[in-house]
T-cell receptor, first 110, second 116 residues
Framework: SQQGEEDPQALSIQEGENATMNCSYK?????LQWYRQNSGRGLVHLIL?????REKHSGRLRVTLDTSKKSSSLLITASRAADTASYFC??????????FGKGTRLSVIA | EAGVAQSPRYKIIEKRQSVAFWCNPI?????LYWYQQILGQGPKLLIQ????????DSQLPKDRFSAERLKGVDSTLKIQPAKLEDSAVYLC??????????????FGNGTRLTVT
């Protein structure tokens, strides 16, 4: 079963704008990870945030985690055409395998 | 470091035929995973290996799917016989640290299977 659910399913923005994607989950987690998938390629790990962390940055990426609301957000600032991809959140709970959501398809228009 | 290698990249077969996929993880990665990704969805775990032992295969359709990692390095996933609903991308991933906790996955580019 898929625990993480991303929102929106699809997002289209202009280059230079910020993109925000949300992820909601159902059970308590060890950590939450965000991955990017370009068309026809495998997933690439972007960032991991632990359950005791609230915010994490990596370059143009900012991830927040609210365990009380069981939700996370991924913000990509100053988007580029190369950011066009699908973005997935994945949750790690106890000893269970990593569970991926259905993803958000981001299109950045030059 | 070399990434996760998968072959073939594409495969087209007829239903009821068999097919096999191969994966070579990143050197030194003890944990290996096979995921199935149906178009428009996120990856779904089929099986997880720790070295050459199976950790989780609860979502593997064992009547038609099988996987092995005999020497604890590369792995093969087989489908026999294939059904139309098996059309998907099969992704292999590996991780350095044993188990899931705080361990990012490294994915290959996948094998796109089309069953006609």
């Amino acid at each position: 079963s898929q625990q993480g659910e991303e929102d929106p399913q699809a997002l289209s923005i202009q280059e230079g704008e910020n993109a925000t994607m949300n992820c909601s989950y159902k059970t308590s987690i060890n950590n939450l990870q965000w991955y990017r998938q370009n068309s026809g390629r495998g997933l690439v790990h972007l960032i991991l945030i632990r359950s005791n962390e609230r915010e994490k940055h990596s370059g143009r990426l900012r991830v927040t985690l609210d365990t009380s609301k069981k939700s996370s957000s991924l913000l990509i600032t100053a988007s580029r055409a190369a950011d066009t991809a699908s973005y997935f959140c994945a949750t790690s709970s106890g000893n269970t395998p990593l569970v991926f959501g259905k993803g958000t398809r981001l299109s950045v228009i030059a | 470091e070399a990434g996760v290698a998968q072959s073939p990249r594409y495969k087209i077969i007829e239903k009821r035929q068999s097919v096999a996929f191969w994966c070579n993880p990143i050197s030194g990665h003890a944990t290996l995973y096979w995921y199935q990704q149906i178009l428009g969805q996120g990856p779904k775990l089929l099986i997880q290996f720790q070295n050459n032992g199976v950790v989780d295969d609860s979502q593997l359709p064992k009547d038609r799917f099988s996987a092995e990692r005999l020497k604890g390095v590369d792995s093969t996933l087989k489908i026999q016989p294939a059904k139309l609903e098996d059309s998907a991308v099969y992704l292999c991933a590996s991780s350095l640290v044993a188990g899931q906790l705080n361990s990012p996955l490294h994915f290959g580019n996948g094998t796109r299977l089309t069953v006609t």
